[in-house]
């Protein structure tokens, strides 16, 4: 494996050296910054961001995969249609490079705060790489782990640990870090999440266990039964108030990386709701479709225009299908039955037009929020541990009227524009409690929420990632000619391209673990049908 993948070298001078006579101050570099005297802090804000800045590495494959997002470009074919585009070794790979980048200036962080006797920082790095390493291992399966992020020790091809060992690890570590924390002890300085916030910290930290629980429900019960509970009782979130969401800042140069990919032509052009999203708003009268959803001007000069606004009104609301294209054959999509139609005239035709898009004002400022783990989330992972007889506290109704209530609130994060009083979300959560009549109707209800909440926070890679865990919604996968599925929405995602001949004996035994091999439709030790 190459060390920029897996230890990526910091654009510091951790370590300055030079001659140590009587020519000191001549040959020392005046802007180098050894380790004792560089500031750990500013690391933990640059991997918040780079972790969740992910731009076009979810908006290429998860925003579609779990059919939220519908394109006709087939720049997005990837993700809408399972057929390669010609940036698909690079979104397979993009995960990867991003996360391992963020993961080593955690890791980076932990041992300049160990030095340091900064316990605070430490624990913090300590949750902040097992958030990473869950990503990571969640999207491609068995991983660099144990020997991960240890280029200084010339560790360059990382045995993969598998992903039963990986969980299990970071249980252990993230219950330790946890406990760790202190709020009498060093503050955190560069903290985009909780500015610095112990209390918040803590519940984060429980919050991420309980996800990380209840991701095993079906492959370990008992162990995700055992660390749901801890968290549970450890406390996680409380209120929208304790939202993990990072800061960005397009003015610095450290924007809103998929609110910019979506501002490209083509992409504003083309990128939809999807069709399942927007029946699954309708359906259910949902305050947020009158918020997160617009239909363009009608023309495709107006309806392309950032600037000019649509129309927000819930009944025009019309979702995408996944699967089609505008390339005149049989999967054209003005050729089905429920095509809605273009808008404008002649010379101003836009085939698309009907179709809602992300509502402009809401979604695609360049230095929106990124949302990494949400209240409601959490209580809609409360609510599933009730549901399956657990020791929590509450009531599985209780906790999914909070995560819905939460789910309308969060959206006022993006902007004003968004905002739904708590009033009327709490209104709307009491007028449609969960189905309590069956296990099956309440799991599908609580995922099928998770599912929408998800898309609707623009975090698309959880939404995927538990629709694989839970099964819901149940969709309908796009079988379109040439795709490399077979027809069936993807399981994971492909190693990194060139491990195969970097790291070629430990990428070999790892792939012979997979079912399928290092395909997309391999799954991961935790999905299991």
């Known amino acids: 494996m190459k060390k920029g993948l897996l230890y990526i070298t910091l654009g510091l001078t951790l370590f300055a050296s030079g001659c140590t006579h009587d020519y000191d101050e001549i040959n020392t570099n005046p802007v180098a910054v050894d380790a004792a005297r560089y500031n750990a802090n500013l690391l933990l804000s640059k991997a918040q961001y780079s972790y969740a800045n992910t731009g076009y590495a979810q908006l290429l494959f998860e925003s579609m995969w779990p059919?939220?997002?519908?394109s006709?470009?087939?720049y997005y074919s990837n993700g809408d249609k399972y057929v390669a585009s010609s940036g698909i070794i690079g979104y397979q790979n993009q995960l990867w490079i991003n996360d391992y980048r963020s993961a080593s200036l955690v890791y980076e962080m932990v041992s300049l705060a160990n030095d340091k006797q900064l316990t605070n920082l430490a624990s913090a790095g300590t949750i902040m790489k097992v958030l990473i390493m869950q990503h990571i291992t969640d999207c491609y399966g068995d991983v660099p782990y144990s020997e991960a992020l240890k280029g200084k020790t010339n560790v360059f091809t990382p045995a993969y640990d598998t992903q039963e060992s990986i969980y299990t690890s970071m249980l252990s570590e993230l219950e330790t870090a946890i406990k760790a924390l202190d709020d009498s002890k060093d503050k955190l300085t560069s903290d985009l999440f909780y500015h610095g916030d112990i209390a918040k910290w803590r519940r984060f930290g429980y919050s991420i266990m309980l996800r990380a629980a209840m991701r095993l429900v079906k492959v370990n019960p008992t162990l995700a039964r055992q660390y749901a509970e801890k968290a549970a009782t450890g406390g996680t979130f409380q209120s929208i108030a304790d939202n993990a969401y990072s800061a960005t800042d397009n003015s610095t140069g450290n924007g809103n990386g998929t609110s910019s990919a979506l501002l490209v032509t083509e992409d504003y052009r083309e990128v939809k709701w999807s069709k399942p999203?927007?029946?699954?708003?309708?359906?259910?009268?949902d305050p947020r479709l009158g918020v997160a959803a617009e239909v363009p001007p009608a023309g495709l000069k107006a309806g392309t225009n950032s600037s000019v606004a649509g129309d927000r009104t819930p009944s025009v609301q019309v979702g995408m299908p996944n699967g089609y294209d505008l390339a005149g054959g049989t999967t054209d999509i003005t050729k089905r039955p429920d095509y809605p139609g273009s808008t404008g005239a002649a010379g101003d035709v836009y085939p698309l037009g009907k179709y809602s898009r992300p509502t402009t004002a809401v979604y695609?400022?360049?230095s929106a929020p990124e949302f990494v783990l949400t209240y409601a989330e959490t209580?809609?992972?409360l609510a599933e541990a009730s549901v399956r007889g657990w020791t929590v506290p509450g009531t599985a109704a209780g906790h999914y009227r909070n995560a819905v209530s939460a789910a309308l609130q969060s959206l006022a994060t993006f902007s004003s524009s968004a905002a739904i009083s708590a009033a009327t979300a709490d209104a709307y959560a009491a007028a449609h409690p969960l189905d309590v009549s069956s296990t099956n109707a309440s799991l599908k209800m609580i995922n099928e929420q998770y599912w929408a909440t998800d898309?609707?926070?623009f975090n698309f890679i959880e939404a995927w990632i538990n629709w694989r865990r839970s099964g819901y919604p149940v969709l309908t996968p796009v079988n379109y000619i040439g795709n490399f599925t077979g027809?069936?929405?993807?399981?994971?995602i492909a190693y990194h391209s060139t491990e195969a001949s970097t790291n070629p004996t430990n990428y070999k035994t790892a792939v012979s673990r997979l079912d399928k091999g290092d395909t997309y439709t391999s799954r991961v030790w935790w999905d299991v049908q």
């Open 455 to 457: 898309g609707l926070l």
């Open 277 to 285: 999203l927007i029946d699954y708003l309708k359906a259910n009268n």
């Open 487 to 492: 027809g069936t929405i993807p399981r994971r």
């Open 72 to 74: 006709t470009y087939n």
């Open 67 to 70: 059919q939220l997002l519908a």
């Open 364 to 366: 695609l400022d360049r």
């Open 379 to 381: 209580e809609l992972l």
